[in-house]
């Protein structure tokens, strides 16, 4: 265990700007501090001088190619997209490197429209991630803005998402579905009886089994026994809950198609399936409904993302005493949710006065 006055001395010299960035790292790494590591640098140039396989995470946002200049510095500001991209793989590549063996990437990025056409920036870049680089891509995540930004324009629909990718550096890569699960719908047992959230307990399903004039008697046999085993199965804890889909008897909501869907089949040929609740909660799905951040707070920058977009990634691939990376870490959020996540975290931005806006957000 650290003291005092040891912390304080780590903390001048991974604060200490003067020191080379890969000591100030080193130093970090082995301390117990979680305030983060701020770099003002072109972010390149400051990933070359990092050693390999350092960060569980990278979590990022570049600028969109041409939307907005920040400071008048670093890159969406080449004069076509191609070399935009370039200048973004690049970076990116240095990313991989610096991640460990285990790590992933998180990127957020936006598309621009060049004589009304939409060009695909996220895609290209992720395809060529993909096919270039040797990341892996695992999610392509919709994050829904809900409201999204004002539209004046009369010939085309209002954007209201931006695209949010996982890629991971190899296939044994860390990912911690526990600790982004949603809260789980609990059936309640009473008297020794399992009463689902939705309210419906066993013999609401015995019952609906027994009229059924839809299933056969072996059908009905076989209904009958997997319900005993599922209620057994919440009774014991192995299920927080469930839910009998019964051949005519619910409105079913995915596709009739037995081709498409399993769960259809399923009900054609056995006459009934199952909805299961896990215990620890639901995956959350790969589209996010989250309100753009109120960027009237932040003075002199226009393009930082909301916090709850950082939450899902820091937790699911960042252990707890784990690294966190943004190598365009603007006004930090990525690092003020690191840190109250309990993560250390490392942020590059080019621009000095965004760095100082993301320390004093970090309390530093
Ligand atoms: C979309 S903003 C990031 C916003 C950030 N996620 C936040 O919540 O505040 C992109 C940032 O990249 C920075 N930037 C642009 N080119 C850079 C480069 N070559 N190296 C490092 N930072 C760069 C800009 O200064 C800007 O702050």
Known sequence: MLNTSSLSSILDVIQNKQLSISNRLGTYEKSNS???IFIQSDALYALKQIPDDCFD??????PYWSHREYSGLGIGLEDTYDEYID?????????KRVLKPTGSLWLN??????????IGIPWRVALRLADECGFILRNSVIWN??????DNSKDKLRCVHEHLFHFVKSKNYYYNVDAIRNSSRSAKVENGKVISATGVSGIKYRRQIELSTALTEIEKHNAFTSLENILNDVKEGRLSDFRMIIRGQ??????????VSGRARELKERGFYFLKYHPKGAKPGDVWDILPEDTQKREGHYAAYPEDLCKVPILASCPENGIVLDPFCGTGSTMKVAKALGRKSLGIDICQDYI????????L
Do not use: F, W
């Open 145 to 150: 803005k809900v409201k999204g930004a004002p």
């Open 356 to 363: 100082e806006m993301a320390e004093k957000r970090c309390g």
């Open 250 to 259: 619910q409105r079913i909501t995915h596709s009739g198609g037995e081709k």
């Open 34 to 36: 979680l305030h983060p």
């Open 109 to 118: 990025i936006g598309d621009t429209y060049i004589n009304k056409h939409l």
């Open 57 to 62: 995470v990278c979590m990022t946002s570049p």
């Open 87 to 95: 200048n973004l793989i690049k970076i990116l590549l240095e990313v």
